[in-house]
């Protein structure tokens, strides 16, 4: 390591709180400390801190002054966009000004997203292969709809300085913006594409090449870490903020599918580049696995079907004709057009082929512990046919030689410590054998004086067919208690509309249930009036930060464990079963634990937060997994007695 003349990084935390009018925090102090040992002893750092720790500051003064140190950039990434605008628009620009005479330039930061999220001038300026869903059933109205929104891309084209698709407010739909972007894959490169020297995408990269900072997603870091050729500037530490999505975030990038789709759009963009009767093999491998996949019944492929093989076989040698067909990649450098035609018709070849590929791999393993990847059919709707799909089992391995292999990672969230450890998450992550340290610097809150958590152990175990009706009396009470004020969350979207139906008939305060709006707009307006209520499912979980009194009470149905038929969690628990560990606590009460411990965390937001949280299944009192669950938990008092939440919500809504 450099031998540093720079101040350290506790007295650089001490600088920014005092010029951001905060106080000094012990949990924050303590994780700046060991993010700074972490890097100097370039040793990976799993880090818990509740809501209200500071552990944005704790993590970017001492990554600030690394990338000072080493003048090499740190990469910062998150998984959601709403914590990736904090960073950018008020953490940083408020720390770098904050910082600026301590260090020897004022800190520099800067966003990048993956090349979809940009505008592609040459796309939006030259005649590019269509994505349009042929086989779509078109409503007119929805035909309207993007005809004005894609005008409105153009007008914001001629104006944009970023390109960024995030700058168009309201947003526009994924079908209007594809007329506009390119994947990775489909670019030309901007040394052979006209618009190379002014592309959106390059210039966001140059910027994130040349800043101390580099915000970024948690999907971006993976493509990064597994692709053959860089996204992200050379760097060598990596902080992974809300760290607890990193798993599912990864395992989405390298989830590939194929349906009817995909393989005739493969056919649509090589139509004009090949001879027709090649073209035609492929699109007839499209119609025979469109029948198969109509007539198949949804859910995991455990063994592959000797029709399913051959139907797959048939798709995959069909593409490998017509990538043979299309000739030697990167031709028609003097032709851009013709380039760009090539270069997507080559992309979506390759996509329909390998994943055929990779789906007839996943089938041979000796036994179900070598089973490396699993393979299902998701069930068609009125807006998309049926798709197979496949992803690995276990992304540990990729994780631990891509991502942990050659930089130091810090890990932190306000929910990582499951059942009391940190070796859960350490194990998904791959962490298992290389040098890490896990700490909890804890939370500012007083969770014992300031929340109950309320075990409704009387109740009926929850069932499969709707909430029970003394779940529905157990709820009334408890919002008729609390004046309204109430944050329900749902282990399914069909059980918050069946209670918030059912309620509000019974119930003399606003009822809001997510899908009625936007849900940032219910957000807004459920923080806005006090007696509201607010029901949904699994965004609500963990996107909801309403301080003050208009949130008193979380009400949760039941413990969200994954559902049974969940293809991917039910394919993972049976893997590691078989190989001789628990499957059920490994993942799903791994899960549970997770989702439990986010939503519990929507209670207190701010010091001044009271208020309960009423778990209505009483597995969470007991079960045999009820430890490991209610160890995951922040330390509320707890009581399964009726009568105390009530009298608490009572009094805090006389207050």
């Not at 599918?257 to 056919?267: H, I, K, P, Y």
């Not at 992309?347 to 590929?357: F, K």
């Not at 958590?453 to 009706?469: E, I, M, N, S, T």
């Amino acid at each position: 390591m450099p031998d540093s003349h720079l101040p350290s990084a506790d007295s650089l935390l001490s600088i920014a709180v005092d010029a951001l009018g905060g106080s000094e925090r012990h949990g924050q102090i303590s994780m700046v400390k060991a993010v700074q040992q972490a890097i100097d002893a370039e040793e990976h750092l799993a880090v818990q801190a509740g809501t209200g720790t500071g552990k944005s500051l704790a993590y970017l003064v001492p990554s600030i002054r690394h990338a000072m140190d080493t003048d090499t950039p740190v990469v910062v990434s998150t998984a959601t966009i709403a914590l990736q605008r904090q960073l950018v628009d008020r953490d940083l620009p408020r720390l770098a000004e904050a910082l600026a005479k301590e260090l020897p330039h004022e800190p520099t930061f800067a966003i990048l997203k993956g090349r979809r999220n940009y505008l592609c001038r040459y796309k939006a300026t030259a005649g590019w292969p269509e994505d349009d869903e042929q086989d779509q059933l078109f409503d007119p109205r929805e035909v309207s709809a993007t005809g004005r929104m894609v005008q409105r891309i153009q007008e914001w084209a001629d104006e944009t300085e970023t390109g960024d698709r995030d700058e168009l407010v309201p947003g526009v739909s994924e079908q209007a913006w594809r007329q506009f972007s390119v994947s990775a894959q489909e670019c030309l490169g901007a040394t052979r594409c006209p618009s190379g020297a002014e592309c959106f995408a390059e210039l966001a990269r140059a910027r994130a090449g040349e800043v101390d900072v580099v915000v970024t997603n948690h999907a971006l870091l993976a493509i990064d870490a597994m692709g053959d050729l860089p996204v992200l500037p050379e760097h060598d530490l990596v902080v992974v903020d809300e760290a607890h999505e990193l798993v599912d975030r990864v395992t989405s990038v390298v989830t590939s599918e194929l349906s009817e789709s995909s393989v005739a759009l493969a056919v649509r963009r090589v139509g004009r580049l090949i001879e027709q009767p090649i073209a035609d093999q492929l699109l007839e491998a499209g119609e025979d696995l469109k029948a198969l996949l109509a007539a198949a019944p949804p859910g995991r492929v455990d063994e592959l079907p000797e029709v399913l093989g051959l139907t797959l076989a048939l798709v995959r040698d069909s593409a490998a004709r017509c990538l043979t067909a299309l000739g030697p990649r990167g031709g028609d450098k003097d032709d851009p057009d013709r380039a760009g035609q090539r270069k997507a018709a080559f992309t979506a070849l390759d996509e329909v082929h390998d994943t055929a590929v990779r789906m007839l791999e996943a089938y041979g393993h000796a036994s179900e512990a070598d089973r490396a990847e699993v393979v299902w059919l998701e069930a068609g709707t009125d807006r998309r046919p049926p798709m197979l799909r496949v992803a690995p089992l276990n992304v540990g391995g990729m994780l631990r030689d891509k991502l942990f292999g050659d930089r130091t990672v810090v890990l932190t969230s306000a929910t990582l410590a499951l059942g009391g450890t940190f070796d859960g998450m350490a194990r998904q992550w791959g962490l298992g054998d290389k040098g890490w340290q896990g700490m909890d610097v804890g939370s500012p809150f007083d969770h014992p004086r300031a929340g109950i958590l309320y075990v409704a152990k009387h109740l009926p175990q929850p069932g499969r067919d709707g909430l029970p009706q003394a779940y529905l009396d157990e709820i009334t009470e408890l919002i008729e208690a609390a004046g309204g004020r109430t944050l329900g969350l749902f282990s399914s979207m069909r059980a918050a509309k069946a209670a918030t139906e059912a309620l509000r008939e019974r119930l003399d305060v606003p009822l809001l249930c997510q899908g009625d709006d936007s849900t940032m707009l219910l957000v807004k307006q459920f923080a806005e009036d006090e007696k509201t209520c607010l029901f949904g499912t699994l965004s609500l979980w963990q996107g909801v930060d309403v301080p003050g009194p208009s949130l008193r009470l979380v009400i949760i149905d039941r413990v969200p464990f994954p559902r049974p038929d969940d293809p991917l969690t039910s394919a993972r628990q049976r893997h590691v079963a078989a190989r001789g560990g628990n499957g059920f606590m490994t993942v799903a009460a791994t899960h549970a634990a997770l989702l439990l411990a986010q939503g519990t965390g929507r209670l207190l937001r701010s010091q001044d937060d009271k208020g309960v949280i009423a778990v209505l299944d009483p597995r969470l009192a007991t079960a045999r997994y009820s430890g490991f669950l209610l160890g995951s938990l922040p330390p509320f008092w707890r009581t399964t007695d009726p009568a105390v939440p009530r009298a608490a919500l009572k009094r805090l809504a006389a207050e």
